[in-house]
Nanobody, 122 residues
Framework: VQLQASGGGLMQAGGSLRLSCVVS????????MGWFRQPPEKEREFVAA????????PYAASVKGRFTISRDNAKNTVWLQMNSLEPDDTAVYYC????????????????WGQGTLVTVSS
């Protein structure tokens, strides 16, 4: 399974970005998909996840109400819509896949994309 994340860039605070993650090698509906991020000098952290059919979407407290995760299994694609961006959202964002729902730890995800950099200026 390969994951390809894209959509990062430089944005001013208050702006919006949409990240995409394309799954190949196996149908995405097999996996629970997640987004993680790694700020500079910090550990990788959970951002959001989405269940196989998209009906359940847990979020980290720091992004709840601002970020929205979604998926289209027919397109093998997962998105992360990020609104009201803040400088603290600056990080490399990774998409990841696991076969179990409810996982929020890095070690619980089996497959990872290469990461896409999001920089938010104040």
């Amino acid at each position: 399974v390969q994951l390809q994340a894209s959509g990062g860039g430089l944005m001013q605070a208050g702006g919006s970005l949409r990240l995409s993650c394309v799954v190949s090698g196996r149908t995405s509906s097999t996996y629970v998909m997640g987004w993680f991020r790694q700020p500079p000098e910090k550990e990788r952290e959970f951002v959001a996840a989405i269940s196989w059919g998209g009906g359940s979407t847990p979020y980290a407290a720091s992004v709840k109400g601002r970020f929205t995760i979604s998926r289209d299994n027919a397109k093998n694609t997962v998105w992360l819509q990020m609104n009201s961006l803040e400088p603290d959202d600056t990080a490399v964002y990774y998409c990841a896949a696991t076969t179990y729902f409810g996982h929020t730890l890095v070690r619980e995800y089996d497959y990872w994309g290469q990461g896409t950099l999001v920089t938010v200026s104040s």
